[in-house]
């Protein structure tokens, strides 16, 4: 395991000029200055000498003045808990060097850090838009500083998709609108026959502006709009903004706020996971299966609204600790255990059904090799053998004194992805259990100081979905300046593309439910 020592001393003699500035040391992360054109050299140090790779992309506007633009960069190392915070600050071309080719996630930060500032990534592979749609105005750039509410706009063009031509070969194009409560989404599938030999999707139909709207806001302000980014990963999203203000603001969390906000991160995995592995049955038509996980479900739901007056638990987290105890009413523990032991007989009747089995078993293969190269978090990667969890890896809360396993599968399909759920829900009763049972006595908040100005901040939290980052910076005023949001559907749409191949049309919807991910979250 290096220490930030050590990274820092192997940079600066790797680097040497090549960096805009000494390298300085914040706790478990190493901060630097580099010039926007050497980011692939630090990026290939950071692989070779550290098995590092890029997490995060982050631009912001400072506002009229020459070098108004900065892109920050953040590099995790998988197992070890530090981070490489580089930042670039921009001259007037307003561009950067593409990393896209030597990391595939950079090449969605980069297009959509140009549809959202127009700071253009030179030598990327694929230029086509990513957020904005083909009627954005051309000089709309919606997270700078200085732009405007345009005028109702839409000339009707169309995205220019990608075509798998040849003989017998036939596109069918699915939504954006769709039957039943869901948000947009465009799927549009080359097949031969019935089996699929490329899907290319669409999203950002409800692009909503969210961290748009988190400029200006006050950091207690932000936590209800963090709580909505994506509604079923309320606790998840909140607790990683929170997180960040503390981080700014080197603020300590009570004891006692550690072990509750486990508590409530569990209850939210554990909900979530129940009612996935019902809904995946349900698509092979196993409805018993989804009927009993959806009342189980609505058991959690009304375990979460005793606890935090929220059936989605809102509420729950707030910067500086929790706004919340445990009720004297109610032996939330038991609840979860007596919920789980129903739960696991849903899951043995299902996995004796053979029908159900045979629908599952090497459908929507995800190898880990493309996993890996996508940077796919969350149960999916643990489903291709992936194995990374930021509550182990990345300790927060109260994790690190608590005992759990990260369960991991190696064939990829959308058993693999059932089953993972399954463990980890037994492993989020487990932790509600050992983190009730362990809650210390004390305070379940502390007050935060101003944050100071223009000095970034993050947080990683792993969600039910996978691992969630917030990056937040304030302002001179100690408002919010940037707040930049990657949940993990971000990274783990366009895989998708990759696991249906070969599968036939109609096992779309199987797989896509094994992946799960929230167009809210993708959407910002």
């Known amino acids: 395991m290096s220490s930030v020592s050590d990274i820092s001393r192997v940079l600066r003699a790797a680097l040497g000029d090549r960096l805009a500035g000494q390298p300085t040391i914040h706790g478990n992360q190493v901060r630097l200055p580099i010039d926007p054109r050497h980011v692939h050299a630090l990026a290939s140090v950071l692989r070779e000498r550290f098995a590092a790779e890029l997490s995060l992309m982050v631009a912001e506007d400072r506002g009229p003045a020459p070098d108004r633009y900065r892109v920050h960069y953040v590099f995790a190392q998988p197992t070890d808990n530090w981070f490489v915070h580089a930042t670039c600050?921009?001259?007037?071309?307003?561009?950067?060097?593409?990393?896209?080719?030597?990391?595939?996630?950079?090449?969605?930060?980069e297009r959509e850090i140009f549809d959202l500032f127009g700071i253009r990534a030179t030598g990327h592979p694929d230029p086509r838009p990513l957020v904005r749609h083909g009627f954005w105005p051309e000089?709309?750039?919606?997270?700078?500083?200085?732009?405007?509410?345009?005028?109702?706009?839409?000339?009707?063009?169309?995205?220019?998709?990608?075509?798998?031509?040849?003989?017998?070969?036939?596109?069918?194009?699915?939504?954006?609108?769709?039957?039943?409560?869901?948000?947009?989404?465009?799927?549009?599938?080359?097949?031969?026959?019935?089996?699929?030999?490329?899907?290319?999707?669409?999203?950002?139909?409800?692009?909503?502006?969210?961290?748009?709207?988190?400029?200006?806001?006050?950091?207690?302000?932000?936590?209800?709009?963090?709580?909505?980014?994506?509604?079923?990963?309320?606790?998840?999203?909140?607790?990683?903004?929170?997180?960040?203000?503390?981080?700014?603001?080197?603020?300590?969390?009570?004891?006692?706020?550690?072990?509750?906000?486990?508590?409530?991160?569990?209850?939210?995995?554990?909900?979530?996971?129940?009612?996935?592995?019902?809904?995946?049955?349900?698509?092979?038509?196993?409805?018993?299966?989804?009927?009993?996980c959806q009342r189980l479900r609505e058991r959690?739901?009304?375990?979460?609204?005793?606890?935090?007056?929220?059936?989605?638990?809102?509420?729950?987290?707030?910067?500086?600790?929790v706004g919340m105890d445990l009720p004297g009413d109610v032996d939330v523990a038991r609840e979860v255990e007596d919920v789980l032991a129903d739960f696991d007989s849903v899951v043995d009747i299902s996995l004796k059904n053979t029908l159900l089995m045979d629908r599952l078993e090497g459908t929507g293969r995800l190898f880990a090799r493309t996993a890996r190269d996508h940077g796919v978090l969350g149960f999916v990667a643990r489903a291709s053998g992936v194995d990374r969890d930021a509550r182990r890896d990345h300790p927060f809360a109260a994790y690190r004194d608590l005992r759990f396993t990260v369960p991991t599968f190696t064939t990829g399909d959308v058993k693999a992805r059932a089953l993972v759920r399954v463990e980890e829900a037994r492993q989020s009763a487990s932790l509600v259990r050992q983190a009730i049972d362990r809650l210390p006595a004390g305070p379940l908040s502390v007050p935060l100081p101003p944050l100071?100005?223009?000095?970034?901040?993050?947080?990683?939290?792993?969600?039910?979905?996978?691992?969630?980052?917030?990056?937040?910076?304030?302002?001179?005023?100690?408002?919010l300046h940037r707040v930049k949001v990657v949940d993990p559907s971000f990274l783990n749409w366009r895989p998708l593309s990759y696991a249906l191949l070969g599968n036939i049309v109609p096992d779309f919807p199987l797989c896509n439910k094994s992946f799960n991910q929230s167009y809210s979250g993708n959407d910002l």
């Open 452 to 479: 100071p100005p223009f000095q970034p901040a993050f947080s990683l939290v792993e969600g039910w979905r996978g691992t969630i980052v917030h990056w937040i910076m304030g302002d001179e005023s100690g408002a």
């Open 89 to 109: 600050v921009l001259g007037p071309d307003e561009q950067i060097v593409s990393l896209a080719s030597f990391h595939y996630p950079a090449s969605r930060f």
């Open 139 to 292: 000089d709309y750039f919606p997270l700078r500083k200085d732009a405007m509410v345009p005028p109702l706009f839409d000339d009707g063009r169309g995205f220019p998709f990608g075509e798998v031509k040849g003989e017998g070969v036939f596109e069918i194009p699915v939504g954006p609108v769709h039957a039943g409560v869901i948000e947009p989404g465009h799927f549009r599938f080359s097949v031969v026959g019935e089996t699929i030999i490329d899907m290319k999707s669409r999203l950002y139909f409800t692009h909503k502006g969210t961290e748009k709207l988190f400029e200006g806001r006050a950091p207690d302000e932000g936590v209800e709009l963090a709580e909505r980014i994506s509604g079923d990963t309320t606790v998840g999203h909140a607790l990683a903004f929170c997180q960040a203000i503390e981080a700014a603001t080197a603020v300590d969390v009570p004891p006692r706020a550690q072990y509750l906000r486990v508590v409530l991160l569990e209850l939210e995995r554990l909900y979530n996971h129940i009612a996935d592995f019902g809904a995946i049955a349900n698509d092979t038509g196993f409805a018993v299966a989804h009927s009993h």
């Open 300 to 321: 959690l739901l009304a375990v979460n609204k005793r606890v935090t007056g929220s059936r989605l638990l809102r509420g729950g987290v707030r910067p500086g600790g």
